[in-house]
């Protein structure tokens, strides 16, 4: 997967609480990324989320806005990353185009946590146009 800095929201983000990315994409345009090619969020789990009652959960989701100081038009959840996520975890989410916050020149991760008890967790994430999800199966063929 090839990663592009200015494509990047979180670089070593810890999480233990509800917060915004540490880094704003900006588009340099008003423009629609969703269209063509497939474009995908990416989440890496790089410290492994621990959570004292075992019922937290982080949901992520794309915020799109109009000027940098985002507050957000549009907004869409992406996907839930569980309280016991292991380290190596990686949730993806594909782009839809279309998508409100995409028609924004401006764009960032919202990570909301619920139930509070997180005490550990850190992630990073990016913009992708290809994902490391290749899977190899056997070709189903006898030779006899």
Known sequence: MILDDLLQFSDSQALTATAVSTNIVDLGAVRDIG????LYVVVN?????????????ITVALQGDSTSTI???ATQD???IPALAAAGSVYIARLDPGAAPLAYRYLQLNYTAANGD???GTVSAHIAHNIDKYVS????ITIS
């Open 78 to 80: 992406l996907f839930v």
């Open 137 to 140: 199966y056997a070709d189903n």
């Open 35 to 38: 269209t063509g090619e497939s």
């Open 118 to 120: 997180l005490t550990t």
């Open 71 to 73: 507050t957000p038009d």
């Open 45 to 57: 789990v790089e410290v492994a989320f621990t959570d004292a009652g075992s019922d937290s959960t």
